[in-house]
């Protein structure tokens, strides 16, 4: 199905073969993000459809203009 390839074959001899520690990598991430937003889920802190404020919601600075200073 594959074709050899020689200059894939040296990267990996020089480099290793970084697509699979990505892979690995990500599954890594990925469940213990699972492992540690479980118990959000399971306490039914916020649905799916619903989304946690975020910090500062309330309030917002606004921009001024160059050379303005607030009195």
Known sequence: MFQESPIYD???AERGDVPAHTRREAE???RELEYV???LQS???F???E???SP???WQRTALPP???PH
Request: proline share 12%; glycine share 16%.
């Open 28 to 30: 890594r991430v990925s």
């Open 47 to 49: 649905t799916p459809t």
């Open 10 to 12: 040296r990267l990996v």
């Open 43 to 45: 306490h039914g802190a």
């Open 51 to 53: 989304r946690p404020a």
């Open 67 to 69: 050379g303005s200073l």
């Open 37 to 39: 937003m479980r118990p």
């Open 56 to 58: 500062g919601a309330g």
